[in-house]
């Protein structure tokens, strides 16, 4: 059987791969072919080469098959990234918004930021790595613009208020967020932990309007994906 690449019903840029023994996996459409970013596999069909997305490295492939109902990001979509680490997740992110979006990356690992420029954004046209703490928006105002979507994974506690303070400067009046956030229960609706409640909460006090809570499991423990939508 040929494999074949089929766009995802409702996300544009996000393909459904069917491989070789009929197994389906997303995929995002490589902007760097020949270049992969964290082992995964490339496929070429016809002129478009295909980055395998794996949903138990990545919080965000992992709502997608958990049946988000909505993806923000789309094709031109300006992003902050918050916590973009090594650029698993940013390096999809980039895919997907293409070569009219962009993506700003904040990360305070060195580290990890020396690993974001060696193997990503030196190959991509629209990716910034920013070294800088999420916890102090303001001495980035000169690097980044205003901006469609804020995602954020930075795995911390007040996790959302620094996303809000990012939003308060950065995201347009009717802008969208996503948040990686610890949830201790497995069904997150009925169940919300102690911190889980706490975040949600300061979304809502600081303008936000929640969109959707989506259970990351089985490819995430703990963890749940908020989406919600800036309304000042
Ligand atoms: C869970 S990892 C992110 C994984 C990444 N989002 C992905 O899916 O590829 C969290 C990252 O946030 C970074 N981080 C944590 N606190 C931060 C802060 N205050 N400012 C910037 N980066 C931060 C960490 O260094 C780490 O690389």
Known sequence: MNIKAVPHQR??????????????RIATRNLTPGRSV??????????????????????????????????PIRGRSRVLYLGAAS???????SDIVGEKGYVYC??????????????????????APILADA?????????????DVIYCDIAQPEQASTLADNAGIYLRKGGWIMLAVK?????VTKEPSEIYQREINTLKERGFKIAETINLEPYEKDHAMVIAQFEI
């Open 11 to 24: 996300f544009e840029g996000i393909y459904w791969i069917i491989l070789e023994d009929g197994t389906k």
């Open 38 to 71: 964290y082992g995964e596999r490339l496929i070429r069909i016809d002129e478009s080469e295909y980055r395998i997305w794996d949903p138990y490295r990545s919080k965000l492939a992992a709502a997608i098959l958990k049946g988000m109902k909505d993806l």
């Open 87 to 93: 650029g698993t997740t940013a390096s999809h992110v």
């Open 106 to 127: 904040i990360e305070f690992s060195p580290r990890s930021i020396r690993d974001l420029i060696d193997n990503v954004c030196r190959f991509r046209v629209n990716m």
């Open 135 to 147: 916890r102090f928006p303001i001495k980035y105002s000169t690097l980044v613009g205003e901006v």
């Open 183 to 187: 949830a201790r229960s497995i069904d």
